[in-house]
């Protein structure tokens, strides 16, 4: 049987995933500086790695696909931690809008296309304006 090889980002993301739980293993939890988008939770990781394609991604869809654009939307702080759970609703469309809107000259449909996923792979990890809930 052959073995696929995982891709560089899901190697590189699977490599700093064990860095920096093995890190939180020797050190304190630090309390987040950002009031507005608490650390994720005890457990979970900021690094993405659930998925690394450019697939088409929208409302009602569910899946590895959806994580990865809820954590990429959380590390940018347009989604709080807690509302990353592998279903597209209505708290994700509106963070996808709103990166979209960030981001010209993406349309802020709040569908995932390849040219959003691109944009979220290329993102810096802090967004400007705050985030909208409590």
């Known amino acids: 049987m052959i073995r696929k090889m995982p891709s ?26 950002d009031t507005g988008n608490p650390a994720p939770p005890p457990g979970s990781s900021p690094v993405c790695a659930f998925y690394d394609g450019d697939g088409p991604t929208g409302p009602g869809e569910r899946g590895e696909r959806v994580s990865q654009v809820q954590c990429m939307l959380a590390n940018r702080h347009y989604l709080p931690w807690s509302a990353v759970d592998g279903t597209f ?25 390849p040219a959003t996923w691109s944009a979220l792979w290329h993102a810096g990890p802090n967004r400007v304006r705050p985030l909208p809930f409590p």
């Open 89 to 113: 609703g209505p708290q994700t469309l509106v963070a996808v809008q709103r990166f979209q809107a960030d981001h010209p000259p993406l349309v802020p449909t709040g569908r995932v296309t």
């Open 8 to 33: 560089p980002r899901r190697a590189a993301a699977t490599a700093l995933t064990t860095a920096l739980l093995s890190a939180a293993l020797v050190s304190a939890p630090e309390a987040s500086a």
